[in-house]
């Protein structure tokens, strides 16, 4: 089966600029996650979806991040605008329903914010 | 607040050899314990996962060991291969708050 796949892999932006990430999760996955990791640190939550619902959003912060998830499938997380301490990894992931099964990550998005 | 970390950040084992990494947690109510293997440039990769009112689990050529008493997770790796070099993480998880919590990393090397 086809893993999660994200896009693109890398990205450098200067501050104060807009950025799209999109995921595709695995095919029948009901759950899709965003997480962010920093360098030498464990992945972090953002975002949970079940289906096209945001059922936990609590770390995501609201001023500058946005996230959808059209049709219960594809996703994408936005920043708007970008600040230095935005430079991570973004990690998508999915699994068959919520914390029940293993999560499956995709390769994920570097982004660098100059 | 809860936290899981790891008790060293770096580990050389000699190729052939078994390792053995570590992890210790503070929430005494999480549900399920899990470890994850992460290369250069990947998404975390599941292994194994073990639950609360276990204290051992065996998949292929890994065992995790949980010692709830003193909050203690290892992850033992037989026969490492050069593919086993990669960062491993635990994670735990409180059914609960529904958060799964990750740590910060140890990094195996593996040396031929």
């Known amino acids: 089966e086809a893993g999660v796949v994200q896009s693109p892999r890398y990205k450098i932006i200067e501050k104060k600029q807009p950025v799209a990430f999109w995921c595709n999760p695995i095919s029948g996955h009901n759950t899709l996650y965003w997480y962010r990791q920093n360098l030498g640190q464990g992945p972090e939550l953002l975002i949970r979806?079940?289906?096209?619902?945001?059922?936990?959003d609590s770390q995501l912060p609201k001023d500058r991040f946005s996230a959808e998830r059209l049709k219960g499938v594809d996703s994408t997380l936005k920043i708007q605008p970008a600040e230095l301490g935005d430079s991570a990894v973004y990690l998508c992931?999915?699994?068959?329903?919520?914390?029940?099964?293993?999560?499956?990550f995709g390769n994920g998005t570097r982004l660098t914010v100059t | 607040g809860e936290s899981v970390g790891l008790h060293l950040p770096t580990l050389s084992v000699q190729e052939g050899d078994n390792s053995i990494i570590n992890c210790a947690y503070s929430n005494s109510a999480s549900d399920y314990f899990i470890w994850y293997k992460q290369e250069s440039g990947k998404g975390p990769q599941f292994i194994i996962d073990?639950?609360?009112?276990?204290d051992k689990r065996q998949g292929q050529r890994v065992t995790v060991l949980l010692n709830k008493t003193v909050k203690h997770l290892s992850l033992q790796i037989a026969a490492t291969q050069p593919g086993d070099s990669a960062v491993y993480f635990c994670a735990d998880f409180n059914f609960g708050n529904e958060k799964l919590t990750f740590g910060t990393g140890t990094r195996l090397t593996i040396i031929p």
């Open positions: 073990i639950r609360s009112n276990m």
């Open positions: 992931a999915s699994s068959l329903q919520s914390y029940n099964s293993p999560l499956h």
């Open positions: 979806y079940e289906n096209e619902e945001a059922v936990d």
